[in-house]
Nanobody, 133 residues
Framework: QKLLVESGGGLVQPAGSLRLSCKASGFTSFDFDYYHIGWFRQVPGKEREGVSC????????VYTDSVKGRFTISRDNAKNTVYLQMNSLVPEDTAVYHC???????????????????????WGQGTQVTVSS
């Protein structure tokens, strides 16, 4: 059974930093590299929003505009883990953060995309990030 488990959330002051981790289990190393891995966030009453993704294969990175220059996504295929380093946090970053996996075949083995949430096959339960003074 393929599972994704997030960790690293918490309460942080504005301008602070957090690093989220997404650990995948039930994937072989080959399987894991076949998948794009993304981070999404959701605030109650709003739609889930794509934050960043790292592509299968060449590892190309995609960020939504509001986090560019502040967040950095990375993947360690040997550990089946993806990280999201979040710096210069603002209250608007407060949300539950979920990681997800989508097969690279969805994008024709090209760069991952943050659109079309239905293509993301596996989802973690989420970790709460609260930015507040």
């Amino acid at each position: 059974q393929k599972l994704l488990v997030e960790s690293g959330g918490g309460l942080v002051q504005p301008a602070g930093s957090l690093r989220l981790s997404c650990k995948a289990s039930g994937f072989t190393s080959f399987d894991f590299d076949y998948y794009h891995i993304g981070w999404f966030r959701q605030v109650p009453g709003k739609e889930r929003e794509g934050v960043s993704c790292v592509s299968s294969g060449d590892g190309s990175l995609v960020y939504t505009d509001s986090v560019k220059g502040r967040f950095t996504i990375s993947r360690d295929n040997a550990k089946n883990t993806v990280y999201l380093q979040m710096n210069s946090l603002v209250p608007e970053d407060t949300a539950v953060y979920h990681c997800a996996a989508a097969p690279a075949s969805w994008t024709g083995f090209r760069e991952c995309q943050l659109s079309d949430l239905d293509q993301w096959d596996y989802w973690g339960q989420g970790t709460q990030v609260t930015v507040s003074s």
